[in-house]
C-alpha cells in the first residue's frame, strides 16, 4: 500500500474542485450550527465566576448572581452591535473584514491575530470542557482525561480533514439535545425551589467553604472584577454568524439577523437559569466534577436526564471545537490571498478542504491540551482576550462606517472595499451604539488582561504582537520575491548564461559515479571529476580504478585534492567557487552528485550524508546548478 | 557567523590528521586515566547491596559484608582473567576483539552488543551518581538533579568534541585525590571503630528500620542473590585497560599488567574499607544522601575532609562518564569499519575525534537520565548486565584461544586475526582459570538477569538482540551496496544512456522559470515545459506570459494538463513516467525543477513544499535525473 494509497483509505476519494458544495441552511440548521460555541460556553461560563468569587468563602458564592447579570448585559450590548454588522456585511464581515475596509491594515492583522488566538483556544478550551463532562459523568475515567482530549482533536481533525461541510443535520442534533436538556433541568429546578404544584423542595447542600481571605476595597472590587471577566468566557463564539451569513438562504441578512437574536435569548435565558439554580443550591466549584454536573445531579437525580445532559454537554462541546476547525483555516486562507500568511494556507487538500490550516490549528491545539493537561479552566485566563480585542477592533470599524453612512445623502451610495453600502435613516444612534460596544468590549478587554495577566494573560498578550510581526514579515517576504520572478523589465539577455563545465565530486570510483560520469560527458564537453584525497592509499586505489574505464574517463579531467583534514566539504565547495568566480563568473556552473537511493527508507540513514551536505553547502552560490543523478540500491532489510 | 565560524569557536580549529597525538602514558598516569571506573564503582556499590537488604531491616545489614566480600572475590577473579587478555592481547583486546578471533561473528556481535548497551549506561549512571555526591553535601540542590545531570553531560560532551585526549594528568587529580580522601577516612574510621591511640570511639547510629517482611528458605536466598547483584556494579570498568594496552609505555603488556594489579588492589581495598565501616556505623541507605556520604560525615564530621570526598567523588563519577567517551565511540568506529554499523561512525571530526559515536552517545544518555529522573540506584538493575555477558564471552573466547595455544609445541606459534601468538607454558592452568571466568562471570549475568528481570533488566535482554539484529542489518544492506556499485563486471555499454528530453514542471512563468528555460535549451533540442491547469484563468495568464517571450520560448512545448482536482504533483509526476516508459525506456530522463533559495532560512518555509513533494515522488523512478536551477531571493526578515 503506498502512501497516496493510505491517504485515501483515511480520508476518502479526492473531490474534484467543480464538486464545491454551496449548500444553504434554513434558521433551524443555522442556529444549530452557529449557536453551538456561544451555547455551549454555558458548561463552564458559570463555574469560572464560582472558581474566583469561592476565594471569598462559599458565603460570597450568592455573588454569582449580580456579576453573571453583568456578563448578560455584555452579550446582550454585542449581538445588538453585531446586528449592525451583518445587515452591512451580508458578504460575511469578521472583525478581520471589517477593520481593514474600515480601519487599515494594521488593525485587520491585529484583530485577526486576536482571532487566530482565540480560535485555537476554543479548540483546546471545548475540548477540554467536553472531557470534564465526560469525567464528571464516570470518575474513573479522570486519570486518562487529556488522552480522551487529544484523542477527541485527533478525531475532529480526521472528520474535517476528510471534509465535514457544516451540515446543519449533525450539528442540530446535539445542540437542541443539549439546550432541551438543560431546560427541562432548569424548570425542574425551578419548580421545586418555589415548590410549584406541592412537590418537594430542592435539598440544599450546604458546604461550607471558610474565605482563604477577606479582601477590603480596591482588592474586593478587583476580585469581583475577575470574577466577572471570567464569566465573559460565554461571550465567545458570538460573532461567528456574522462570519457566516453566505450560508443562510436568501434573504440571508435577514435570517442571520433572526437567527442571531434567537441565539441570544437562547444562550442568555440558559446562563441565567443556570446561575439562579446553582447559586439557589449553594454548589461550590470541584476539580473533579462541573458545576452543570453538580447541577443537574442535584435537581434530577443519578437518572436518565443527568445523564442526557452530561453526553449532550460534551457533544457540544465536541461541535463546538469543531467550529474553530471552520473559522481558523477560513480566516488563514483570507490572510494567506492577502498574502500575509504563507501561500500553502490557501490550498485546499484533496477533499477541498484547507488542510494546511486544519493540521496547523489540531497541532497547536494538542500542545496547549498537553500544557494545561486539558484542564479548561486553566486555560480560561487565556481564552477570552483575543474574542474582546476582535469585538473592539470590529465595533470601532462599524462606528467608522456608520461616520461614512452619516454623510450620505439620501439616493447616495458609497463603495468599500468588500460591497456596496447606501443611504439610511437613523444611523447616529447606530452610531453610538456601536461606539458604546466598542468602548464597552474594549474596557473589558483591559480588565481581563489586566486581572488574569499573571495567570496567563501575558502569554496572549506576548503572542498577538508575534503574530502581527510574522505577517508584516510574511507580507514583506511575498513583496520581495515578486520583485525578484518579476518579468516586467525581463529580456533573454538579462538572464544568466549556461557555463560549459560539468564538475562531479566523488569518493570513489564505482557504479554510480560512472553512471554520474556518462550524464555529464552528454551535456558538456569540459567535465572535471574532483576527489578529496585523504590518504596515499586512497590516491592509489582511485588511480587504480580509474584507469580500468579508459573509454569512459577519455577527455575527462580527473582532479584529486589531498587535505590533511577529515572535511571533504570544504575543499570540493572551495573548487566549484573558484571555478565559478575566475572561469566562469555569472555563468551557470553545474555540479552532478551521485545520489544513492536505498528502496527502504531505513537505509538512507546509511547514505547520501556528504550528497545532503554538499548540497547544503552550495545552497549559497546562486550559479551552481545541481544534478542529481540516481543509483536505486535493492535493499531488503 | 556562519555556522562554520560558530562550530570552530565552540569546538576550536580543525586538527589535521597527521597531528593524531600517540602519547604513551606512564603507569601512574595510565592507573589514574583507566581506574576513575571501577574505582568510582565504590560510590554507589556498597549502596546497591543495602538497599537490597533493607527490606530485611536494619538488622539484616550486617549481612552487607558477607555478600561485600562475595563480590571482592569476583573482581579478583575476573582480573586475573584479564591479566592473560592483555598479555595475548597486547595491542588491545576488549570483548569484541577476543571474541571475534576466537569465537566467531556472533558471539563477537554479542559481546559488542552488550558492551555499548554498558557504555551508555556508565555514562548516565556515572554523572547520576556524581549528581546525587553534589545534592548529598548540598540538599537544597535535590530538586535539580536532572538539570545538574543534564548539565554535566553536556559539558563532558562538548569537551570531547573538542578532542579532550585521556591526557593522564587532567585525570590524575581527581582520581587520587578520591582515593587519598577514602582511604584517609577508612583510616580514621577504623582507627576510631577500635579505639587506638586512645581516640574518642566512633558514634554508632542506633537506626532502627523495621523489616518488611521476614522471607524463608528460598525467597531468602533469592533476596542474598539480588543483594549480591547489586554489588557486581563494582566490577564496571575493569576491562577499560585490556582495551588500552597501547596507550602504555613500552613494555606496554607488562606496564599494563602492572597497572591492572595495582588497580585491583586500591579498588578492593577502598570496597572492603567502606564494607566495614558502614557496617559497623548501621548506616542505612537513604534517598538524599549516599551511604558513602553518611559515612564520611559520621567519621570526620561536617569537616573539610567531608567536602573533600563529596567533592572528589562528584569529580571521578564525572570522570568515569567520561571513560565511555573514549569506548563507546571507539567501539563503534571498530564495528563501522567491520561494516555493522554506518559508515559515518568511523569518521573523523575537525578534532580527530569521532564525532558521531560521541553525539550518539550523548542523546541516548540525556534520554535515560531524563528517564530515570536521575536516580541511578534505579539505573542499577540494567547496568552491570552487559559488563557481565562480555567478560563472560571474552573469557570464553581466552579458553578458546588457550586450547589453541595447547596444541602448539615448543618454538610453533599461530597467527590470530589480529596478533600472533607463540608457545608458552602451563597453558592448561591459565586454561582453567579461564574456564571459571567464564562460568562464574555467565552465572552470575544469569542471577542478575533473573534477580533484577523485572526492575529492568528486561531492558537490556530486549536491546541487546535488537542491537545485534540491526548490526546483521546494515551489514547485509552494505553487502548490496557494494553489489550495486561494484564496477566488477561493468562495462560502458551497460550504463544507462542518456534520453534526449528535458521536461519543466512550472507553476507560473516568471523570471524563476526562464532561467531554468534557459538551462534546458542549453543542454537539449527537446525541452518540454508541462503545467498543471486548475482554471481557465489561470491557462489565460500563462498562455499571455508565455508568448511574451518569443525568443526563449522558440522551440519549446509547452503542455498544459487540465485538472479538477487540486493536486498537481500526480498528474506531473504521471506525465513524467510515461514520456519515460514509452519514449525512452530504460534511459536517463531529466527533469528540471526552479528552485527559490531565499537567503533567511525562515523564508523557506514559505516556499518549495511543491519541488519538495514532487523530488519525494520521482525518487522511486531509477531513470529520473533531478536538475536544481536555483533562484534566490534576498529576503530581509
Redesign the interface.
Known amino acids: 500500500m503506498t502512501f497516496?494509497d493510505f491517504k485515501h483509505f483515511l480520508l476518502g476519494k479526492?473531490?474534484?474542485?467543480?464538486m464545491e458544495m454551496h449548500e444553504r441552511l434554513d434558521k433551524v440548521r443555522a442556529l444549530a450550527v452557529f449557536a453551538s460555541d456561544p451555547i455551549s460556553s454555558n458548561a463552564y461560563a458559570t463555574e469560572a465566576i464560582m472558581s474566583v468569587l469561592i476565594v471569598l468563602g462559599s458565603q460570597a458564592l450568592s455573588l454569582t448572581l449580580p456579576v453573571g447579570l453583568g456578563v448578560a448585559g455584555l452579550i446582550l450590548l454585542v449581538i445588538s452591535s453585531y446586528i449592525q454588522t451583518i445587515l452591512h456585511y451580508p458578504d460575511g464581515g469578521g472583525a478581520y473584514t471589517v477593520a481593514k475596509d474600515n480601519l487599515g491594515q494594521f488593525p485587520s492583522l491585529l484583530a485577526a491575530a486576536a482571532l487566530l488566538t482565540d480560535y485555537i483556544l476554543t479548540v483546546a478550551v471545548s475540548v477540554s470542557a467536553g472531557v470534564r463532562a465526560v469525567t464528571s459523568a464516570f470518575p474513573e475515567t479522570f486519570d486518562y482525561r487529556v488522552h480522551i482530549a487529544i484523542l477527541a482533536i485527533v478525531i475532529i481533525t480526521w472528520m474535517n480533514l476528510r471534509g465535514v461541510r457544516e451540515s446543519g443535520t449533525v450539528f442540530a442534533i446535539p445542540t437542541y439535545a443539549f439546550v432541551v436538556g438543560v431546560f427541562l433541568t432548569i424548570i425542574i429546578g425551578l419548580v421545586r425551589q418555589y415548590t410549584l404544584f406541592g412537590v418537594a423542595p430542592l435539598p440544599v447542600l450546604e458546604q461550607i467553604v471558610p474565605p482563604v481571605f477577606s479582601p477590603m476595597g480596591f482588592a474586593y472590587i478587583w476580585l469581583l472584577l475577575r470574577a466577572f471577566s471570567g464569566g465573559c468566557t460565554a461571550l465567545t463564539g458570538i460573532e461567528a454568524i456574522s462570519n457566516g451569513v453566505q450560508a443562510f438562504k436568501p434573504p440571508e441578512a435577514r435570517n442571520a439577523v433572526i437567527t442571531m437574536v434567537a441565539m441570544g435569548t437562547m444562550a442568555m435565558s440558559l446562563f441565567v437559569g443556570i446561575l439562579l439554580l446553582s447559586s439557589h443550591l449553594h454548589l461550590v466549584p470541584e476539580e473533579a466534577e462541573s458545576i452543570l454536573s453538580q447541577m443537574t445531579r442535584a435537581i434530577t437525580g443519578n437518572n436518565i436526564l443527568y445523564y442526557w445532559v452530561q453526553f449532550f454537554t460534551a457533544a457540544i462541546l465536541f461541535l463546538a471545537a469543531n467550529t474553530a476547525y471552520q473559522d481558523f483555516p477560513r480566516l488563514s486562507s483570507f490572510l494567506s490571498n492577502d498574502r500575509f500568511m504563507?501561500?500553502?494556507m490557501q490550498?485546499?487538500?484533496?477533499r477541498?478542504v484547507y488542510s494546511s490550516g486544519i493540521a496547523v490549528l489540531a497541532f497547536i491545539a494538542v500542545l496547549i491540551v498537553l500544557i494545561f493537561q486539558a484542564n479548561e479552566i486553566a486555560m480560561l485566563p487565556l481564552y477570552a482576550l483575543g474574542v474582546m480585542l476582535s469585538f473592539s477592533i470590529s465595533q470601532t470599524g462599524m462606528f467608522r462606517l456608520m461616520g461614512r453612512i452619516a454623510h450620505l445623502k439620501p439616493g447616495e451610495s458609497l463603495k468599500t472595499l468588500v460591497t456596496r453600502i447606501h443611504y439610511e435613516k437613523g444611523v447616529r444612534w447606530k452610531q453610538a451604539l456601536n461606539a458604546v460596544g466598542a468602548v464597552v468590549t474594549f474596557l473589558v478587554f483591559i480588565i481581563l488582561m489586566s486581572t488574569k495577566f499573571m495567570e496567563g494573560a501575558w502569554i496572549v498578550v506576548l503572542i498577538i504582537p508575534i503574530l502581527v510581526f510574522m505577517f508584516y514579515?510574511?507580507h514583506?517576504?511575498?513583496e520581495?520575491?515578486s520583485t525578484?520572478?518579476?518579468?516586467h523589465d525581463?529580456t533573454?539577455d538579462s538572464?544568466?548564461?549556461?557555463a560549459n563545465v560539468v564538475i562531479i565530486p566523488i569518493g570513489d570510483?564505482?557504479?554510480?559515479t560512472?553512471?554520474a560520469l556518462?550524464?555529464a560527458k552528454?551535456?558538456s564537453k569540459d567535465v572535471r571529476v574532483i576527489c578529496v584525497i585523504?590518504s596515499p592509499e586512497m590516491k592509489e586505489r582511485l588511480l587504480m580504478?580509474w584507469k580500468?574505464?579508459p573509454?569512459?574517463t577519455r577527455r575527462v579531467k580527473l582532479i584529486t585534492i589531498e587535505t590533511?583534514?577529515?572535511?571533504v566539504i570544504t575543499p570540493v565547495v572551495k573548487y566549484i567557487e573558484q571555478v565559478n568566480n575566475s572561469e566562469f563568473p555569472d555563468q551557470?556552473v553545474t555540479v552532478v552528485v551521485p545520489v544513492?537511493?536505498?528502496?527502504h527508507a531505513?537505509?538512507r540513514?546509511?547514505?547520501n550524508?556528504t550528497a545532503v551536505q554538499l548540497r547544503w553547502a552550495l545552497?549559497?552560490?546562486?550559479?551552481?546548478?545541481?544534478?542529481?543523478?540516481?543509483?536505486?540500491?535493492?535493499?531488503?532489510?
Open positions: 497516496s479526492p473531490f474534484p474542485t467543480s504563507p501561500g500553502w490550498n485546499r487538500g484533496d477541498l514579515s510574511i514583506h517576504h511575498y520581495q520575491v525578484a520572478l518579476s518579468t525581463l533573454p538572464l544568466s548564461e549556461v570510483v564505482h557504479r554510480g560512472l553512471r556518462v550524464y552528454r551535456i585523504n580504478r580500468r574505464f573509454k569512459l590533511d583534514y577529515r572535511d551557470l544513492f537511493i536505498p528502496t531505513v537505509g540513514l546509511l547514505h550524508q545552497q549559497r552560490y546562486k550559479d551552481i546548478v545541481i544534478i542529481d543523478v540516481p543509483i536505486h540500491i535493492d535493499s531488503k532489510m
